[in-house]
């Protein structure tokens, strides 16, 4: 054999690349995916601070039929965890006037720029009527009341319990709502007769003339 033949003969055996060759290579392409991956994800966008609302706070006590001015409060929202409290405090003193969270049995209804709020105590009914500034302020004060009174785990664990209990908060302060309407016309009826009573003795009293000296 030849040293030709053998350089041949080895060139073709051996493991050595060739460098042009391997720079001939086509390179790998790198997917956006792949970059998308290694980019840090953003932190949460922080929770919405809940604005403080300005109101005039009302209450109605069990088996009264008048409010009575309580003064000047300041709504606040209380977070813990997945729960919230909605608190109304005094604006002079700070101090807690009263407080609405997922242990409340209440109904909030708009009245124009009102939140009337009956909350059912047993059989008796006691009732918060909480002004606002404006339109906006009273849908965001009522939208306030409703999430932080939703009784999210009494839905989840048994829906047949929590609308039997929305039922029967309804029906409470239905017949409250009617046994007022009921004591309002009899204190009409009573003050239209000694109204009349009245006008009639002293009727009377002119036909018979001026008293004898």
Not at 25 to 33: D, G, H, W, Y
Not at 40 to 58: L, N, S
Not at 108 to 123: H, L, M, P, Y
Request: charged content about 25%; overall charge positive.
């Amino acid at each position: 054999m030849s040293e030709m033949e053998i350089d041949d003969t080895m060139g073709m055996g051996s493991g050595i690349s060739d460098p042009q060759a391997s720079q001939s290579l086509p390179s790998m392409p790198i997917l956006q995916s792949d970059i998308s991956n290694t980019q840090p994800t953003p932190p949460p966008a922080p929770r919405e601070t809940f604005r403080d609302i300005q109101v005039k706070v009302h209450i109605r006590r069990a088996d009264r039929d008048s409010w009575v001015y309580m003064g000047r409060g300041v709504v606040s929202q209380d977070i813990n965890g997945h729960s919230s409290r909605v608190v109304v405090r005094a604006v002079s003193t700070g101090k807690v006037i009263c407080v609405f969270n997922e242990g409340s049995e209440l109904q909030a209804e708009k009245r124009g720029n009102f939140v009337v709020i009956g909350c059912v105590e047993g059989s008796r009914v006691v009732s918060w009527s909480l002004n606002a500034l404006n339109n906006s302020e009273t849908l965001r004060l009522l939208a306030s009341i409703e999430l932080a009174c939703y009784k999210c785990k009494q839905v989840l664990a048994d829906p047949r319990h929590h609308s039997k209990s929305r039922r029967r908060i309804e029906r409470v302060i239905k017949d409250d709502r009617r046994r007022r309407h009921r004591r309002r016309k009899d204190q009409e009826a009573m003050i239209d007769a000694f109204s009349k009573q009245s006008i009639g003795a002293e009727a009377n009293a002119m036909e018979a003339g001026p008293p004898p000296f």
